[in-house]
């Protein structure tokens, strides 16, 4: 069975522009979360979806949003990137979304605004 | 707000002793709790949960222990090996938010052959 896959795997942008991020769930799953990994604030939840819906969102700014496809790949996309947006974004998948079902991530993209 | 806290950024053990990682949260609406093993350029790796209802799972070497009253959880590895060395982190849900998972910061644990 495919593992998570997340691309691309490395992105630099600058300051001011927009960047799209894209999760592939394992086949058969149906939740999709975002998190955010920086070296002062460890990893942190951004929103999950479940059947094309945002179910759940952390305290992140309006400048970042996802969607989700009727296949279950995620989409996140970050506008107007500031320097502090350089991070290894990670997607995980699971089955239904319930707290009990195992998540699994994605190997992650690492984004490096200049 | 940390709500999940390891206030050990890192800990380093011989090979074959045990090697036990601390969690501790604030949160009493938690009610489920992950352990994730991760590797530099890798995603978090799942390890071994436990519900609140329970105060132990074992899984191998690998056994995690909850103290409800404390709020405390603990990852014991017995016996330790090289290939166990990576970052270790605590997570924890709560049924009502559904997947959402909290992180503490991590624990670099280090096994020395």
């Known amino acids: 069975k495919a593992g998570v896959t997340q691309t691309p795997r490395y992105l630099i942008k600058t300051r001011g522009q927009q960047v799209t991020l894209s999760c592939s769930p394992i086949?058969?799953?149906?939740?999709v979360s975002w998190y955010q990994q920086t070296p002062g604030q460890g990893l942190q939840f951004l929103f999950e979806?479940?059947?094309?819906?945002?179910?759940n969102k952390g305290n992140f700014p309006g400048r970042f949003s996802g969607r989700q496809f009727s296949n279950s790949r995620s989409e996140m996309n970050v506008s107007t990137l500031e320097l502090g947006d350089s991070a290894l974004y990670l997607c995980?998948?699971?089955?239904?979304?319930?707290?009990?079902?195992?998540?699994?991530f994605g190997p992650g993209t690492r984004l490096t605004v200049l | 707000d940390q709500q999940v806290k390891q206030n050990s950024p890192s800990l380093s053990v011989q090979e074959g002793r045990i090697s036990i990682l601390n969690c501790d949260y604030t949160?009493?609406?938690?009610?489920?709790f992950l352990w994730y093993k991760k590797y530099p350029a890798e995603g978090p790796t799942f390890l071994i949960s436990?519900?609140?209802?329970?105060d132990k799972n074992e899984d191998g070497r690998f056994t995690v222990f909850l103290n409800k009253s404390a709020k405390h959880l603990s990852l014991h590895i017995v016996p330790s090996q090289p290939g166990d060395s990576a970052v270790y982190f605590c997570a924890a849900s709560a049924g009502v938010s559904g997947s959402r998972l909290t992180f503490g910061e991590g624990t670099q644990l280090t096994v020395n052959p």
């Open positions: 086949s058969g799953h149906r939740s």
């Open positions: 949160n009493s609406m938690f009610d489920y």
């Open positions: 995980a998948s699971s089955r239904d979304g319930r707290s009990y079902n195992e998540q699994f």
């Open positions: 979806y479940f059947s094309e819906t945002q179910r």
């Open positions: 436990i519900s609140s209802i329970k």
